[in-house]
């Protein structure tokens, strides 16, 4: 690209030219999707936003009225706030466990390694839905193994709980099954992460007297710095998007105990058909990504 | 003297902190492992086993009869070829082998689409010098940063403006259409040296056949992590697949095994042998590729 002012001959601009059709050449078929498909939905969810839009009739100009009524809307603020409490409980410990399981595993013979690694996965593989459909089964309040363990073996529980149904119990039980299912890629992450790590640093650090904790955060640490970043923005993401676990059971019930923002506004649009409503909560909630994103950037930029 | 003994004690508890960890990883592995031990086991036991109080925690004889019943419940056609006007129907099977056939043509497509496009975006972003480059890297990382459901409205608009909406593209579009396969590239392109393409340009090469001799084949592990990447994470897009399609004969198997459960949602055994069919041929893929797996994983993290 024209940095200096050299001024360019004829032909070298024909030649810069021709760079920029062959790269968009190859850019073509992607951009086709990624605008068409990404970046225009995104463009009509912000625009969207300010109508009130329903199926089968033309979308109806209302200016912030859309964001007026979320902002008056009880079950919002129940979702939002649902929605940070499994932020907030799920990513740090997501951070620690998976942490913790990489450096204890990468220490073990190579094969442990990947076989760990593995098993640690396998529930991202598994798929929401299985994932959803066994959780069920063993929180179910007859045949569940979660009473028959509480209840016949340790005998914690002096009569079955209804996990799923109880407001008390429901939402941290998803926050359970979304922790199972959340830490694997962590885990990968930082093995390799750990992997990377300059070894004749930490040699250099134990040849003079460090202790393995001490190498371990004076040494490692640091320099999984960026790793970590990476972890926490992703781990947010995945939290905020938890959907299939509550669509399939609990509904965002029982008294909305399990509603989240991602539910609710599915459940506006395909229950109560209110897209527009619907986009305004989209945007509000990428609006929360986006600073959190943001927060965490600057934390690690400092550290 | 005392230097030494603090070292001894050091170490002795570095050991027991290490067996202790062993013992605690591998009973944390077993809980994990054993939701896909029981939805397997489950979903060969009788009703009477599966309907107990008390776990019964392998089956006495292994049953078909889930199997038997998920594929009686619903029936669809096994093809629908439709050109010209004219439309030839498959035989009626049970819809669970539609779903799967659905899912393994979804997931294939998408994986295909996704590894051609973004292999060559991935090129042009690391190696091409053109106008709007950096602008359109921001908004590629930006979009990343996005959970995809925030257009999930709009998306469903367009796809019914375009008449899309019930086939199997509204599924494989937005996946092709999801810039991490050129992020992925575009770091795998960047590692390869620059010399190799421009020698291949001075040699009279073809803008085209340089990517398709030249740099095609040396980002090779890079694409074959975004297959796989791709093809697990479209198998296992239930989002998009729940909000995509609506008819029997057009459901992925997810979408089917989980309408499945709203019609019989105590019937374990049933959607035990669903949850299997959905799972186990992913997982099999998984360990199978599990190396190009990890690396696509890393790779798309090395700059976040």
């Known amino acids: ?303 | 003297m005392k230097n030494f003994n603090r070292l001894d004690a050091e170490q002795r508890r570095a050991r027991i902190y290490s067996v202790f960890s062993w013992i605690l990883i591998c009973v944390i592995a077993f809980t994990f492992l054993f939701p896909l031990y029981w939805i397997i086991t489950g979903s060969f036991k009788t009703k009477q086993e599966i309907l107990s109080s008390t776990p019964v925690w392998v089956p006495s004889d292994w049953v078909m009869t889930n199997y038997q019943n998920l594929m009686s419940k619903r029936s669809a056609p096994l093809f629908q070829l439709s050109a010209f006007g004219y439309t030839i129907t498959g035989p009626t099977v049970p819809a669970a082998i539609r779903w799967l056939i659905n899912t393994v043509v979804m997931s294939v497509s998408s994986m295909l689409l996704t590894c051609l496009t973004a292999s060559m975006a991935g090129y042009a972003l690391a190696k091409k010098r053109f106008y709007g480059r950096t602008i359109l890297f921001s908004l590629i990382v930006c979009a990343m940063a996005l959970p995809k459901q925030v257009i999930l409205i709009p998306l469903l608009r367009e796809m019914s403006a375009l008449g899309l909406y019930d086939t199997i593209w509204a599924v494989i579009i937005p996946i092709v259409g999801w810039p991490f396969g050129v992020f992925l590239l575009k770091q795998f392109a960047e590692g390869i040296p620059t010399e190799m393409v421009e020698a291949c340009r001075i040699d009279g090469a073809s803008e085209w056949r340089t990517f398709t001799d030249v740099m095609f084949p040396m980002i090779k592990p890079g694409v074959g992590a975004c297959a796989i990447f791709t093809f697990i994470n479209s198998w296992n897009d239930y989002f998009m697949q729940l909000i995509m399609l609506m008819g029997t004969d057009k459901l992925t198997i997810s979408v089917g095994i989980a309408t499945m459960q709203g019609e019989n949602s105590t019937d374990f055994g049933i959607l035990m042998a669903g949850s299997a069919l959905a799972s186990v041929p992913i997982i099999i893929v998984f360990l199978v590729f599990q190396k190009y797996f990890t690396k696509g994983i890393t790779m798309g993290a090395v700059k976040g």
Do not use: H
Not at chain 1, 7 to 28: D, G, P, T
Not at chain 1, 155 to 178: S, T, V
Not at chain 1, 222 to 232: A, E, F, K, N, S
């Open chain 1, 1 to 303: 690209m024209a940095k200096n002012n050299v001024q360019y001959s004829k032909k070298q601009r024909r030649l810069v030219m021709q760079e920029n059709i062959a790269a968009y050449l190859f850019l073509l078929p992607f951009l086709v999707f990624f605008v068409g498909f990404v970046l225009y939905p995104m463009f009509m969810c912000i625009y969207t936003s300010f109508f009130d839009a329903t199926m089968g009739r033309e979308d109806i100009f209302v200016g912030f009225e859309n964001y007026k009524a979320l902002f008056q809307d009880e079950v919002f603020w129940i979702a939002l706030k649902n929605t940070m409490v499994i932020v907030l409980v799920s990513v740090p410990i997501t951070c620690i466990f998976s942490l913790w399981v990489a450096s204890a595993i990468s220490k073990m013979p190579v094969a442990a390694t990947s076989a760990f690694r593995c098993i640690f996965y396998l529930p991202v593989v598994t798929g929401s839905v299985a994932v959803t459909m066994v959780w069920k089964w063993m929180f179910n309040n007859y045949y569940g193994i979660f009473n028959y363990l509480g209840k016949d073996v340790l005998g914690i529980l002096d009569k079955p709980i209804n996990w799923l149904g109880d407001p008390k119990y429901a939402l941290g039980c998803i926050i359970l099954i979304l922790l199972t299912t959340s830490v694997g890629q962590p885990i990968v992450l930082y093995v390799s992460a750990l992997d990377n790590v300059d070894k004749s640093l930490v040699e250099a650090a134990e040849v003079d007297g460090a202790t393995p904790k001490q190498a371990f955060w004076k040494i490692k640490w640091p320099q999984m710095m960026p790793t970590t970043l990476y972890i926490l923005v992703i781990t947010t993401i995945n939290s905020f998007q938890c959907f299939a676990l509550i669509q399939l059971l609990t509904s965002g019930g029982p008294k909305n105990s399990t509603m989240t923002i991602m539910y609710y506004i599915y459940y506006n649009a395909f229950k109560l058909y209110k897209y527009g409503y619907g986009n305004a909560m989209g945007v509000i909630l990428a609006i929360i990504i986006a600073i959190l994103s943001a927060i965490q950037f600057k934390a690690g930029q400092e550290k």
